[in-house]
């Protein structure tokens, strides 16, 4: 049964880092992507980045390029979000999720399939 299930989530200091996992058991497939979004208290949920299933390639929002990287292990049908270098304003609730076909793209409307997500907090 295709499921995605966060984990790594934590409370780290500002400069500390965190890895978060998504398995991703059913979602592997090349023509799949798979986007990582946060969602802060009180505000709306944005996209972090997101993975092509397929070829591997990534894309990430300019708030965290340099910061975070995106991977993926087929055999372990997990994605990873590596996120480096944390700052207080990355806190929040970290989701991955999924869509079958279409292109890039780091609108959750377009992404049909969520986990249950996993609380980072990023203290100064």
């Known amino acids: 049964q295709a499921h995605l299930v966060e984990s790594g989530g934590g409370s780290v200091q500002a400069g500390g880092s965190l890895r978060l996992s998504c398995a991703a058991s059913g979602y592997m497939a090349s023509r799949n992507w798979m986007g990582w979004f946060r969602q802060a208290p009180g505000q709306e949920r944005v996209g972090v980045g997101l993975i092509y299933i397929g070829g591997g390639g990534t894309l990430y929002a300019d708030s965290v390029r340099g910061r975070f990287a995106i991977s993926q292990d087929k055999a372990k049908n997990t994605v990873y979000l590596q996120m480096n270098d944390l700052k207080p304003e990355d806190t929040g609730m970290y989701y991955c999720?999924?869509?079958?076909?279409?292109?890039?793209?780091?609108?959750?409307?377009?992404?049909?399939?969520w986990g249950q997500g996993t609380q980072v907090t990023v203290s100064s």
């Open positions: 999720a999924a869509k079958r076909g279409g292109s890039w793209s780091l609108d959750e409307d377009d992404y049909n399939y």
